[in-house]
């Protein structure tokens, strides 16, 4: 063995499927912190614990990673939500309410990017209303578990808008500048949430 060979530190074996866990975690981390346009694909490899190469490896750009995060956050809080519906007792609603604003609050900037591209790129734009569709079909399921009758997937989805809006507007603080109590807004985004009726 050479000086050199014994001065190289040992490679980290990983296979592909942890490899992109570990990007994806770091995209989503770095996203949620300093938006899409706050970072790139370089500093996400970095910050995972691999080379620019390795990130290339698994995806074509930022935003086919920002994508990825995008399907891990959908699903992050389908869970969330299937687990609020569980909750028994008069404050349901309120918990499962609780539980979808502690959610958008935690991924304010990542929300906020999102926003942002789906006006401007088609491909953002197709990917969101893809996962909007699935929370639609979970709203259903759920309804039909409970045995009630679904609303119809238009009255869904604007439900779905308004309780989005609402969560999104106490997440991003804008409710001191309009004079409005964050305890009101969240009433409202209760009785927004009982308007999907599945209990």
């Known amino acids: 063995m050479t000086a050199t060979t014994l001065a190289r530190k040992p490679r980290r074996v990983r296979d592909a499927q942890e490899s992109r866990r570990l990007l994806v975690e770091a995209a989503a981390q770095i ?3 300093d938006g899409f346009h706050g970072t790139d694909t370089n500093r996400i490899a970095k910050a995972a614990g691999y080379t620019p190469g390795t990130f290339y490896t698994h995806f074509p750009d930022k935003r086919a990673i920002f994508l990825e995060v995008y399907r891990t956050w959908v ?8 687990a609020g ?5 008069p404050d349901r609603r309120e918990r499962l309410a ?12 990542f929300r906020a990017s999102l926003r942002a591209l789906y006006a401007i790129d088609p491909e953002i734009r ?3 209303l893809a996962q909007r569709a699935r929370q639609i079909d979970a709203v259903i399921a759920i309804s039909v578990e409970a045995g009630r009758e679904p609303l119809s997937r238009s009255r869904i989805f604007c439900n779905l808008l ?3 809006v609402i969560c999104d507007s106490i997440a ?8 409005i109590k964050e305890s009101e807004m969240f009433q409202v985004l209760v009785e927004n949430i009982g308007r999907l009726r599945t209990d």
């Open 98 to 109: 609780r539980t979808i604003l502690n959610h958008h609050k935690r991924w304010k900037t």
């Open 162 to 164: 308004i309780v989005e």
């Open 85 to 89: 519906f569980k909750f028994k007792g």
């Open 126 to 128: 197709t990917a969101r």
């Open 172 to 179: 991003d603080g804008n409710l001191q500048a309009l004079r």
């Open 31 to 33: 996203f949620n912190s």
């Open 75 to 82: 699903d992050s809080e389908l869970i969330d939500i299937a």
